[in-house]
């Protein structure tokens, strides 16, 4: 079965840091872009940022360029997202997803998505 379920999310105070997972099965995660998203309460899903099959990474939101940092584990298959310098702005619900055909800020380019996971920025 093609999964993707992330992990790692909660609270954290401003200025913390977080490291997201996103572990894949029934595929190999390093042969597809790997975006991620995040639904903020009362706003539409929005691209953050991407990972290419090259490990080229695509910023989404200017607001995490030198926060976020995207990283993979080939044997693991799975991708971590970490967060650092929290803002109370990231509080939102990540999401990861896959991409046959490369990284985009829309999401209906996307085939698989996990279930997300929570992060909560507050001081």
């Known amino acids: 079965q093609v999964q993707l379920v992330e992990s790692g999310g909660g609270l954290v105070q401003p200025g913390g840091s977080l490291r997201l997972s996103c572990a894949a099965s029934?595929?190999?995660?390093?042969?597809?872009?790997i975006g991620w998203f995040r639904q903020a309460p009362a706003k539409e899903r929005e691209g953050v940022l991407c990972i290419s099959t090259s490990d080229s990474t695509t910023f989404y939101a200017d607001s995490v360029k030198g926060r976020f940092t995207i990283s993979r584990d080939n044997a693991k298959n799975t991708e971590y997202l970490q967060m650092n310098s929290l803002e109370t702005e990231d509080t939102a619900v990540y999401y990861c997803?896959?991409?046959?055909?490369?990284?985009?800020?829309?999401?209906?380019?996307?085939?698989?998505w996990g279930q997300g996971t929570q992060v909560t920025v507050s001081s």
């Open positions: 029934g595929f190999t995660l390093a042969a597809y872009a």
């Open positions: 997803a896959e991409s046959t055909v490369g990284c985009s800020r829309n999401r209906y380019h996307y085939r698989y």
